[in-house]
């Protein structure tokens, strides 16, 4: 077992999410690269035009603008996450309230973000 420092809150109760190489690589598969993802739930997605063209400022940067955070990311990756963590017997459990929309968009997303980011610390090191 891992030590864990993120917990997200699924139907009232905390349980721990681990990032590893695992997840990386689902996040690759379901969404192409780890910085769609990262945009995703981190709410963030490039501001376009009325032709659906990137909007650029006048140093031509592209344009951010913030969004929700994407359920369907959170829904494709947080098992995944809670599966690299969790204890057998609370796996089922935390699934199931991923699974029903029993947490906080918000919240969920800032923790899964946390732990992305201290994968690749971890990673770094």
Same mark, same amino acid.
């Given at each position: 077992m891992?030590?864990?420092?993120e917990?997200v809150?699924?139907?009232g109760k905390?349980?721990?999410i681990?990032?590893?190489?695992?997840v990386?690589a689902?996040i690759?598969e379901q969404?192409g690269? $780890?910085s769609?993802f990262?945009m995703?739930i981190?709410?963030v997605?490039?501001?376009?035009? =009325?032709n659906?063209n &990137?909007?650029?400022d006048?140093?031509?940067k592209?344009?951010f603008?913030?969004?929700d955070?994407?359920?369907r990311?959170?829904?494709? $990756?947080?098992?995944c996450?809670?599966?690299?963590a969790?204890?057998?017997?609370?796996l089922? =459990?935390?699934?199931? &309230?991923?699974n029903n929309a029993?947490f906080e968009?918000?919240r969920t997303?800032?923790?899964?973000h946390?732990?992305?980011?201290?994968?690749?610390e971890?990673?770094?090191?």
């Open positions: 891992y030590e864990h420092t917990t809150v699924l139907a905390e349980y721990p681990r990032c590893n190489i695992n990386l689902e690759q969404f690269t $780890i769609n990262t995703l981190a709410g997605r490039v501001a376009k035009d =009325e659906g &990137a909007m650029m006048d140093d031509h592209i344009i603008e913030r969004c955070p994407s359920i990311a959170i829904a494709a $990756i947080l098992p996450m809670l599966t690299e969790s204890k057998d017997t609370e089922e =459990e935390a699934i199931d &309230a991923v029993r968009l918000y997303a800032l923790q899964m946390k732990e992305l980011d201290k994968c690749f971890r990673k770094n090191v």
